[in-house]
Structures are given as C-alpha cells and as structure tokens.
C-alpha cells in the first residue's frame, strides 16, 4: 500500500470523544475516498473527493466531516464518537477515470 | 449509480479455475469493471479492470459480454493463497462516487 498513509493504526475513543483521522498520498492522485468496515461485512463509503475543495457524501455519512484543502490529504473527523462507529477505516485514493484504487493499511478503531 | 450483485461466498479445491460472476444491470456508458481482491486485516487490492470483451493480465482474466451487464473473474490453478474476498466495482471516477458490492469470499481448499 506504499503511498496512502493513515493514521493511527489503532485507537480507543470513548463515547462523545472526537478525533481526526489522517490520510496523505504522495501520488498525486485527484480522487480520494474514506470507506469503513465492520467485521464480516463489505466496504461501505462513508465521504469522498473529486480534487481540492470538493467534497460529497457518501453512503453512510453520518457523524463524520472531511475537507480538502490540499490534493494530498483527506482527513475524517469524527464528530462525536458513538459505539456504531467501532470499524476499520480505509483510505483511497485513485487517479482518475479507468484507473486503479490505491488502499492505505486502514485504521481500526474501538468506540467504548 | 450501478448496483452490483455477487455470490456471497465459494468454496474451491486447489489446481482448480475459478469463475466469480458479478451482475450489474444499471451499468452506464461510461462505467468500468474493477475487480478487487481483500485479504483479512488488509485493504483491497486491484485484481483486473475491463470495459468490455475480454482482459488478461498474469493473475486473472475478466470476460464482459457485449451488452456489459455482467462480468466473469476467472482465477486459473487457485492456490490456497487466494482465499480471500472479491470485490467487482462499477463505476467511473469522474462522478466520484464508487461503492462496492458485499463481495465474494473465496474459500480454497488442498
């Protein structure tokens, strides 16, 4: 996964707690996308971006916010963190049109 | 946005090729087919990627009939260290939104 970075790997928040997780690539890429996952279960889209500036929803928004200010970072926040949000969080990132998603290590994260 | 449906799952013995089939009848003009492939605690990897007939590269080969509405992964000679989830992705990056498909694990057996 060289050239999506997120971080941390791991972290414990407790209920109502907010933070931020970071995501830089160094590829240049326009698109980039934050999904979760939940144990046994598929990716779901949660924010994503077309270039800086541009930001849109995905299809489980809810209680997050991103921005874009750079082309290279796409950090989530987590606004007030609740126990349905424990997931593992991947970041991505992709070219353009007909090329390939580039996926970070994830982030596993413990709401409590 | 076009919807994808997968096998949830497949069991397969080594030495043998594997087909995934993922149907996506909404496909738009513009749409590619991705196919990605998850190992446990990993984020997905791309596999193949076509927008029509047929693509091979050195692991796998994606078959698109004529009207798009689905896509064959074929996997030849699986070894046990192509268990894993598959994704099949539609989409075109220049609208932005790229959802996956719930997948289909791959269970290889010796």
């Known amino acids: 996964n060289a050239g999506v970075t997120q971080t941390p790997k791991f972290q414990v928040l407790k209920t109502g707690q907010s933070m931020t997780l970071q995501c830089a690539q160094d590829m240049n890429h326009e698109y980039m996308s934050w999904y979760r996952q939940d144990p046994g279960m598929g990716l779901r889209l949660i924010h994503y971006?077309?270039?800086?500036?541009?930001?849109d929803q995905g299809e489980v928004p809810n209680g997050y916010n991103v921005s874009r200010s750079t082309t290279e970072d796409f950090p989530l926040r987590l606004l007030s963190a609740a126990p349905s949000q424990t997931s593992v969080y991947f970041c991505?990132?992709?070219?353009?049109?007909?090329?390939?998603?580039?996926f970070g290590e994830g982030s596993w994260l413990t709401v409590v | 946005l076009a919807k994808t449906t997968q096998p949830i799952s497949m069991d397969s013995y080594e030495g043998q090729e594997v087909n995934i089939t993922c149907s996506h009848n909404?496909?738009?003009?513009?749409?590619?087919i991705t196919w990605y492939q998850q190992f446990p605690s990993q984020g997905p990897r791309f596999i193949i990627q076509g927008y029509k007939t047929k693509v091979t590269n050195e692991v796998a080969s994606l078959f698109i009939p004529a009207d798009r509405k689905s896509s064959t992964l074929s996997l030849p000679r699986v070894s046990l260290s192509d268990t894993a989830v598959y994704y099949c992705?539609?989409?075109?990056?220049?609208?932005?939104?790229?959802?996956f498909g719930q997948g289909t694990e791959l269970s290889v057996k010796p």
């Open positions: 991505a990132c992709s070219r353009g049109l007909g090329n390939t998603i580039y």
């Open positions: 909404n496909i738009a003009t513009n749409d590619y």
């Open positions: 992705l539609v989409g075109a990056f220049s609208r932005g939104k790229l959802i």
């Open positions: 971006s077309v270039g800086a500036g541009i930001t």
